[in-house]
Every structure is written in structure tokens, then in C-alpha cells.
């Protein structure tokens, strides 16, 4: 779970332990520091993380362990000192004081490999925050892991999937605070593709994550508060069909083998205006940064138990009519005005009927909001 400086989220930290204790036993749950939020130049800063977010949980019965340590992951932080001389130092103090022993493995957002093996020898392994394509086309990420995972040998090593990334907020780095990162051409089965065929390689990787709105990256229900100063996280952009859809690939990862389909299903995700649309960048909050990586489809996904056929549209696009096989089967269609849908028919049946009505595409927004709207049926 990433954290924070709210002073509400130890308590619901530690609600989500107990709730894991009691409904689901063998859940594990371990945290992340967001260090973009959490202060760390004093020794009291640390401290506050060491009272609130190690000591509560490192004797419950959830919390996950790795070779007999507490797991404990950062994203960035690479400058925290903690009230020592330098960061290095400022996070050996901290793991070294948090009164039980620790797995530490921070996203440490350098470029020099070197140091994993001098200043920063001491943690137990490295995250990459790396989980979206940096180009307009196709997908680069393990080109990064590969050299990552070569020049951090001896170490533990935590890399992401993520099934999208879109941020428009007004203030600080519109590098940071403005952007789009890729997540059209099935990018998310094509990371966890690359994930799947390296698997040996890799002892963890997250999914990011389950409930960032702010950077429209969320897989969780959309419950209790989000962001406030955005307009892009509305509840008809729920991403619940894509947990539905992460349990298949992380199965697969997890068990090298590709689990059986034994329910038909439709998984259709798209965002509801053209990637040009004129208020992303007249709105007072800046042009969106990455755009035109986007491309303006209807993504279809159909699990199937054996063949089939599919239609599919939007407004007045379609697919025709589609010979699917059995297994993992995936188009597009063109986005236009109006609202979508899916038909599966196997030997002359409907199995599915899917039109959802909480989509319509429209090519004049009044609101810019490239986060995702996803659907799922069930035959």
C-alpha cells in the first residue's frame, strides 16, 4: 500500500491489515512510502514512519515477509537523510531503527548502477518505476529492466505493470503534473507479456496500482474520497474490469502457465473524447503532455471457452462480424459519436449482449479527462 503524509491514513492503513485478518488470512499486505509526500530530513521524520508504518505491523499476522523480513518498498526518496549527512546514511539509520528486520527495496530514481553496489549496498534489492512505454510506439519497457537487472546482480529486483497513466492537474512541473503515458495497443497485456516470458527473472512485480486516482492508473473500486482539484475522476470511469482482467495475466505470471478459460467474457475499455479534443488545452491547466501517443479505439478483449463469433461497435463504426478461437482474442474499433457495444454468438446463440450505458464517446467535451472508462460482461 503507497502512503503518505495524510494524517488519516495510518488508521486506514491499519483497517486495511485487520480487514485482511479477518476475511482473508492469507493475504499478505506490505507498504510503500511515497517519499513525494512523506517528509524525511529529520530524524522525527523518520521516526513518524517507524511509529506509523512499521511498528503497527510488524508482528501482524498479514503483513508479508520476505526471507524472514518485513518487505518495505519506497517510490523514489533518493534524497532523504533523516537527520543524517547523506541519503545512504539516512536510510540505513532508518532500517537499521525500525525495530524489526527489514526487506528494504526503494524505487531509488538514479542512473548510475554503480551505486547499488557502493553508497546504496546495504538495501536488499531495487524497484523500478517502469511500467509505460516512453515512446509513441511500441513497447520499450524491458529493454530498462534488462540493463537494471544486469547491474543490480545480488539483489532483489521489483519492476510495475500498469494498465494506464493520464495526469492534468494545474501547478508544479507540467512534465509531472500534465501528462499521458501510452496505454493504447493493449499495452497492459503486452507488459505483462514481457513479464510472463522473463518471468524466472523476476522475484516480485506490482500492479500500479489499486487505487491512485490522481494519475488514473486505479484497478480498485471506486470508493470513499478521490482527488477533488480534478475533473477526470468521475464514477463512469471505474477500472474494476481491469482487476478482473490482471487476475488472469499476474495467475499466469505467478504459475507459468496460462490459466484455463472456463467463463466467456467481454472486457472493452476507452476514453470518451478524441486525444485532440480542444479543451485539453484550453482550459487553463496546459496542453497535455504525450497526447498524440494516444489513439482514439475501442479496445476489445474477449476470453473465450471455445470459438465463436463477434460484433462490436462504436456509433456508427463496427467490426463486422469476427471469427474469434478459443483464448485470449483482441481488436478494435474506431471511436465516433454515440455509444458501444458487444455481440458474441456461438453456433447461431447469443452468449452476450453487452451495451453498456454508461459510455458515449463525444467529440466536444467540456471536460478533458483521458483516464479510461473499462466494461466487463460474463456469458
Given amino acids: ?35 513525494s509526500s512523506l517528509a524525511c530530513a529529520t530524524v522525527a521524520d523518520g521516526q513518524y514512519i517507524i511509529d506509523n508504518f512499521i511498528t503497527p505491523f510488524k508482528s501482524h499476522p498479514n503483513r508479508y515477509l520476505y526471507n ?5 518498498s519506497t517510490f523514489a526518496g533518493q534524497w532523504c537523510t533523516f537527520g543524517q549527512a547523506r541519503p545512504p546514511a539516512g536510510w ?11 526487506y528494504f527495496i526503494p524505487n531509488l530514481q538514479i542512473g548510475d548502477a554503480t551505486q547499488l553496489s557502493t553508497t546504496w549496498s546495504f538495501i536488499d534489492g531495487f524497484k523500478l518505476w517502469n511500467a509505460w512505454p516512453k515512446i509513441s510506439a511500441g513497447n520499450t519497457q524491458w529493454a530498462d529492466d534488462d540493463w537494471w537487472l544486469q547491474n543490480s546482480q545480488g539483489k532483489g529486483y521489483l519492476t510495475l505493470v500498469s494498465p494506464w497513466f493520464f495526469i492534468h492537474r494545474a501547478g508544479g512541473d507540467p512534465a509531472i503534473n500534465d501528462r499521458y503515458m501510452r496505454g493504447d495497443n493493449f499495452e ?9 516470458d522473463h518471468r524466472d527473472s523476476l522475484p516480485f512485480v506490482e500492479v500500479a496500482s489499486w487505487n491512485d486516482y490522481g494519475e488514473s492508473h486505479y484497478i480498485g473500486p471506486m470508493s470513499g474520497l478521490w482527488p477533488d482539484d480534478v475533473k477526470y475522476i468521475t464514477a463512469n470511469n471505474d477500472h474494476q474490469a481491469w ?4 487476475w488472469y495475466y499476474a495467475t499466469w505470471w505467478k504459475s507459468g502457465a496460462a490459466p484455463t478459460i472456463d467463463t466467456d467474457r467481454v472486457y472493452m475499455w476507452a476514453r470518451i473524447h478524441p486525444k485532440n479534443a ?16 494516444a489513439e482514439d479505439l475501442l479496445y476489445i478483449s474477449v476470453f473465450l471457452k471455445s470459438a465463436a463469433q463477434a460484433y462490436c461497435y462504436s456509433g456508427s463504426n463496427n467490426s463486422g462480424t469476427k471469427s474469434l478461437n478459443a483464448g485470449v482474442n483482441e481488436f478494435t474499433v474506431p471511436l ?6 458487444c455481440t458474441i454468438t456461438r453456433n447461431g446463440a447469443a452468449l452476450i449482449k453487452y451495451t453498456p450505458t454508461d ?10 479527462n483521458m483516464n479510461a472508462w473499462t466494461g466487463l460482461f460474463r456469458g
Avoid: E
Fill in 336 to 341: 465516433v459519436s454515440g455509444g458501444i457495444g
Fill in 278 to 293: 480542444a479543451v485539453c488545452s484550453t482550459d487553463g491547466v496546459g496542453t497535455v503532455l504525450n497526447a498524440n501517443w
Fill in 1 to 35: 500500500m503507497n502512503v503518505g503524509s495524510n494524517d488519516w491514513q495510518p488508521a486506514r492503513v491499519l483497517d486495511a491489515y485487520n480487514a485482511a485478518q479477518r476475511v482473508a488470512p492469507h493475504f499478505k499486505l506490505s507498504i510503500s512510502l511515497d517519499m
Fill in 243 to 246: 482487476a478482473d482482467y490482471t
Fill in 188 to 196: 497492459y497485456r503486452q507488459r505483462w507479456q514481457q513479464l510472463i
Fill in 92 to 102: 540505513k539509520w532508518l532500517v537499521q531503527n525500525a525495530g524489526t528486520p527489514i
Fill in 68 to 72: 524472514s523480513k518485513l518487505f518495505l
Fill in 359 to 368: 459510455f458515449t464517446y463525444t467529440t466536444s467535451p467540456s471536460v478533458c
